[in-house]
């Protein structure tokens, strides 16, 4: 999950820096490159791509770029560190980002930081438009702009229910695999609230 920020970095630099959670045994803990491999052929893994996530003849060809010569990777010391711990997307690209170009399927789709074919000044002013700010603080808590009584509980139940609290037996316990898991949707769990297209 890259959650509010879109970042899959954030999110690779966070799985990283919680592994020592698991264990205190150190050998135990997540690599950096263990990270980006997870991102990579594990990320297509997960979703029944097998053979893909990797630079080989026959793979897809997604592939991104990044610039080891900009800010956020400087000075230089192991790549797959800086790029997994550091701040690799900070500021714009002549500034420091080091994100650089991104394929998909063999097609160039963000050069110098920026994506292509898009009006990405149009596309601000839309987003901008067409969202409202979501309230912080104590506008946040007026009882008008909080969530109801039933969508916190069952909010609340999905969540036990994933995580297997309340005396439910967890996945992995239940035989799933992490494969298995990584592909189940949140409607999927025991006590969940369905949308109602799945009610019908």
Do not use: N
């Not at 990579?40 to 770029?65: F, H, N």
């Amino acid at each position: 999950m890259s959650s509010d920020g879109q970042d899959m970095t954030e999110a690779l630099k966070l799985s990283c820096l919680l592994s020592p959670l698991t264990s205190t045994d150190y050998h135990k803990w997540l690599t950096t490159r263990e990270t980006l491999r997870m991102a990579s052929e594990g990320g297509y893994m997960a979703m029944g791509m097998e053979g893909a996530g990797r630079i080989e003849v026959g793979c897809a060809a997604d592939v991104t770029l990044w610039d080891l010569t900009a800010m956020s990777m400087l000075p230089r010391g192991d790549p797959a560190s800086l790029l997994v711990l550091g701040r690799p997307q900070q500021g714009p690209s002549q500034a420091g980002s080091a994100l650089h170009s991104t394929f998909v399927r063999g097609r160039r789709v963000l050069s110098c930081g920026l994506p292509l074919g898009c009006d990405l000044h149009r596309l601000r002013e839309v987003l901008w438009s067409r969202t409202t700010s979501r309230l912080t603080g104590a506008a946040a808590d007026a009882p008008e702009t909080r969530p109801s009584a039933g969508m916190q509980r069952a909010a609340a139940t999905e969540y036990r229910g994933a995580l297997g609290l309340d005396g439910q037996k967890d996945l992995i316990g239940q035989g799933l695999s992490m494969r298995e898991l990584a592909l189940k949707t949140i409607w999927d769990f025991p006590g969940s609230c369905r949308p109602p297209s799945a009610i019908a």
